[in-house]
């Protein structure tokens, strides 16, 4: 007779139980018995029993774990785990980019095509004997910043620093990129001091006395000003 552990193939693991070097399922502990008179019978009590996934940790270095401009091909950090078993190999461990959503975008970060934003680098496992802690982890944060562009204006009824008096309607200039090629939503504006939007007042020559600025805005996925 023998104290066998099988797993759930039923296949014997026994060596590997006492050794300590069970991988993460379901097992059972049952007697086999050898004899010319007698069987073990179907109703003999076995003992079940499961083997966790063991929680490791990681940090993460090197690569870009900052803040880089829209179009940079990004080099990923590199991995450490703590935690695993002496000899432990992991199967498919590797680094992922998430947006705000969770979302995998890993292909477009090493393609250098990841939309303006913050992200979160951090590693990801699918192994039989290991799970990534839900705590003690160190992922990065990734800021993709937006390019600058520039612009020049032309065409306006008032010079640079000139004087009008109450009652001018000024006529408002029109905006050229001179470096970026933005494709969303420019517009030329008219602010007071206070960062005002007088923009409809300025050409109906309503604008009260006082300092203003003429200035191009911008909403785009890709620039600003």
Same mark, same amino acid.
Request: aromatic share 6%.
């Given at each position: 007779? =023998?104290?066998?552990?099988?797993?759930?193939?039923?296949?014997?693991?026994?060596?590997? $139980?006492?050794?300590?070097?069970?991988?993460?399922?379901?097992?059972?502990?049952?007697?086999?018995?050898?004899?010319?008179?007698?069987? +073990?019978?179907?109703?003999?009590?076995?003992? =079940?029993?499961?083997?966790?996934?063991?929680?490791?940790?990681?940090?993460? @270095?090197?690569?870009?774990?900052? @803040? +880089?401009?829209?179009?940079?091909?990004?080099?990923?950090?590199?991995?450490?785990?703590?935690?695993?078993?002496?000899?432990?190999?992991?199967? &498919?461990?590797?680094?992922?980019?998430?947006?705000?959503?969770?979302?995998?975008?890993?292909?477009?970060?090493?393609?250098?095509?990841?939309?303006?934003?913050?992200?979160?680098?951090?590693?990801?496992?699918?192994?039989?004997?290991? $799970?990534?802690?839900? @705590?003690? &982890?160190?992922?990065? !944060?990734?800021?993709? =910043?937006?390019?600058?562009? !520039?612009?020049?204006?032309?065409?306006?009824?008032?010079?640079?620093?000139?004087?009008?008096?109450?009652?001018?309607? %000024?006529?408002?200039?029109?905006? !050229?990129?001179?470096?970026?090629?933005?494709?969303?939503?420019? $517009? +030329?504006?008219?602010?007071?001091?206070? &960062?005002?939007?007088?923009?409809? =007042? $300025?050409? &109906? *020559?309503?604008? *009260?006395?006082?300092?203003?600025?003429?200035?191009?805005?911008?909403?785009?996925? %890709?620039?600003?000003?």
């Amino acid at each position: 007779a =023998a104290v066998k552990v099988y797993n759930a193939s039923n296949e014997d693991v026994t060596t590997a $139980a006492t050794n300590g070097t069970l991988g993460a399922g379901s097992y059972t502990i049952k007697t086999t018995l050898s004899d010319t008179i007698y069987d +073990v019978s179907n109703t003999s009590p076995a003992i =079940a029993f499961s083997v966790s996934k063991k929680d490791i940790t990681y940090a993460l @270095s090197s690569g870009e774990t900052s @803040s +880089v401009n829209y179009g940079t091909t990004l080099t990923l950090p590199t991995i450490s785990y703590t935690g695993t078993l002496s000899g432990a190999e992991l199967a &498919n461990p590797s680094i992922k980019v998430y947006n705000s959503a969770d979302e995998d975008v890993t292909t477009a970060a090493t393609g250098g095509t990841l939309t303006p934003g913050t992200y979160t680098i951090k590693a990801a496992l699918t192994d039989a004997n290991y $799970a990534l802690a839900s @705590s003690g &982890n160190t992922p990065t !944060t990734l800021t993709i =910043a937006k390019l600058q562009a !520039t612009y020049s204006l032309a065409g306006s009824s008032v010079a640079n620093d000139a004087s009008v008096n109450l009652g001018t309607a %000024i006529t408002l200039p029109t905006n !050229t990129w001179t470096v970026g090629e933005p494709t969303g939503t420019a $517009a +030329v504006k008219v602010y007071n001091a206070s &960062n005002e939007d007088e923009t409809t =007042a $300025a050409p &109906n *020559g309503t604008l *009260g006395a006082g300092s203003y600025t003429i200035e191009t805005t911008l909403s785009d996925t %890709i620039y600003d000003v």
